[in-house]
């Protein structure tokens, strides 16, 4: 299995990796790596603007024009 971080779309291979390290993309800065809680697909989708992505990698790569406090794109579960 692949564990993905939701801020910055990095997998890795157990939860426990993906919680012991920072995350330079999450929103409060110093935070570790949150976990994307939904299934490994073809496409993510933000949610707050609909747009499609290959890779939540990619996603988190731009700033989304939708979201509430200006920041990256955000994958949908």
Known sequence: NK???KWCGI???SVQ???SSRC???PQQGNRH???EG???SQYTCK????KFP?????????CPKHPRKARHEPAL
Do not use: N, Q, R, W
Not at 48 to 51: A, E, P, Q, R, V
């Open 3 to 5: 564990y993905y971080c």
């Open 11 to 13: 997998h890795f291979p």
């Open 17 to 19: 990796v993906m919680a």
């Open 24 to 26: 330079s993309k999450s």
């Open 34 to 36: 949150e976990l994307y």
């Open 39 to 41: 299934g490994e697909k």
């Open 48 to 51: 707050y603007c609909g747009i």
């Open 55 to 63: 890779s939540i990698m990619i996603m988190t790569s731009a700033y």
